[in-house]
């Protein structure tokens, strides 16, 4: 099912400090709760899927896509330690700022995501990838900033898919039916 250092991070890092006042009280729920501008909070048996299906490890170098809260950021600082190194992107200024306040890792940064650009190409290659966000097809560019031995847990066409790169070689297998907020890039 959900491994137990995902489950563990999940009670360290409380969801209540990542939602607005106004959903807080309902942090509890195993369900998408909004976060304003048309963004949500993901349900947290589909924050654990996807962490489980990431094979974190203390010490990983992290892009987390489409961060909002920075809830998901905080969970892989968390199984990642102090020695891990979290980059968050974000599309919306107003969650950016939102997710650096709640935030209390130094070791995890939120970044304001530039027009035209996925993820953060220029800090890469990363270990792990997590999307949270609906892409059309699989995102190339973020495929372009996996290292070798790296794994990607993206969601595109409603499923959700888990990239291993391997010596160079690209293995994709699916991992069920999910929704998601679009990918805001006019690429995908």
Known sequence: ???????????????????????????HRDAPLPIGFGQTNSQPST???MLTLLETFPGMRVLD?????????????????????VHAVELVPELVERARAALTQPWVQVHHARPGVLGLPELGPF????????????????????????????????VMHRVRITDGAMEITEHGGYRFVPLRDTRF
């Open 1 to 27: 099912m959900f491994a137990a250092t995902v489950l563990a991070a999940m009670r360290a890092q409380d969801r209540r400090r990542f939602l607005p006042p106004e959903v807080a009280g309902e942090h």
């Open 47 to 49: 924050v654990a899927a």
């Open 65 to 85: 896509v489409g961060s909002g809260s920075g809830w998901t950021s905080a969970l892989l600082g968390e199984l990642g330690g102090p020695e891990s190194s």
């Open 127 to 158: 270990d792990r990838i997590l999307v949270s966000a609906m892409a059309r097809e699989l995102p190339g560019d973020l495929i372009d900033q996996l290292g070798d031995g790296g794994v990607m847990v993206a969601p595109w066409r409603d």
